[in-house]
């Protein structure tokens, strides 16, 4: 049962490249949700998304879009990477808003 | 403004009852308490939530105050694999279509002692 993946787990990249982050879940959930977490900090919300087809802004969104265009996919995009988006990122799914939230074991992104 | 406040860290000896603490004064009525875990910049992990009365699961109870103001996790038994950050989080339980994310604060480093 893998619950939720995230690809890749480590990647670097230089200033001004994009890249796309892909969170999939197997467990037919309804919500998604992309977080960063910096050292020392807990997780901070980015974008969530509350079915297939809809996404929402968290609480630090500028930076990065997202996409959920089938149930169990939802893409996290960086158009323009910069220093300050070096973190980990947590993709997490739940079934119902307030019910127990599933992570995955996070992508380490470095931007030069 | 963080709703909740926890110790930045805890020791507790192997095979001894953990308690966390986790003040939430300023709780609604519709809000519950949720608890989260981090171990080694894993994926956090959920344990544990309740609205009013008091919980247990396999992992860990729950005693919330009659106030509701105050909270207290309980790991019966710790072993070394609990050593981990634990996060006392507030929010309203969506049932229906709503939702927003959960809001970490720094949680409580708990390091357990062998």
């Not at chain 1, 982050?21 to 980015?46: F, S, T, V």
């Not at chain 1, 089938?70 to 893409?75: E, G, I, S, V, W």
């Not at chain 2, 309980?74 to 050593?83: K, S, V």
Request: aromatic letters at 10%; glycine letters at 10%.
């Amino acid at each position: 049962n893998a619950g939720v993946t995230q690809t890749p787990k480590f990647r670097v990249l230089k200033t001004g490249q994009s890249m796309t982050l892909l969170c999939a879940q197997d467990m037919n959930h309804e919500y998604m949700y992309w977080y960063r977490q910096d050292p020392g900090m807990g997780l901070r919300l980015i974008h969530y998304s509350v079915g297939e087809g809809t996404t929402a802004k968290g609480e630090v969104p500028d930076g990065y879009n997202v996409s959920r265009l089938k149930k169990q996919n939802f893409l996290l995009g960086l158009e323009s990477a910069a220093p300050s988006q070096t973190s980990v990122y947590f993709c997490a799914s739940s079934y119902r808003g307030g019910t127990e939230a599933f992570f995955g074991q996070g992508t380490r992104l470095t931007v030069v | 403004d963080a709703k909740t406040t926890q110790p930045p860290s805890m020791d507790c000896a192997e095979g001894r009852a953990a308690n966390l603490p986790c003040n939430h004064s300023t709780i609604s009525g519709n809000e519950y308490v949720y608890w989260y875990r981090q171990i080694h910049s894993q994926g956090p992990q959920y344990i544990i939530h309740g609205l009013k009365n008091n919980e247990t699961n396999e992992m860990a109870s729950l005693i919330i105050t009659e106030d509701r103001k105050s909270s207290t996790l309980i790991l019966p038994h710790a072993t070394l694999r609990d050593t981990a950050v634990y996060y006392c989080i507030v929010r309203v339980f969506y049932s229906g279509g709503g939702a927003d994310g959960l809001t970490f604060g720094k949680g409580t480093h708990l390091i357990i002692q062998p």
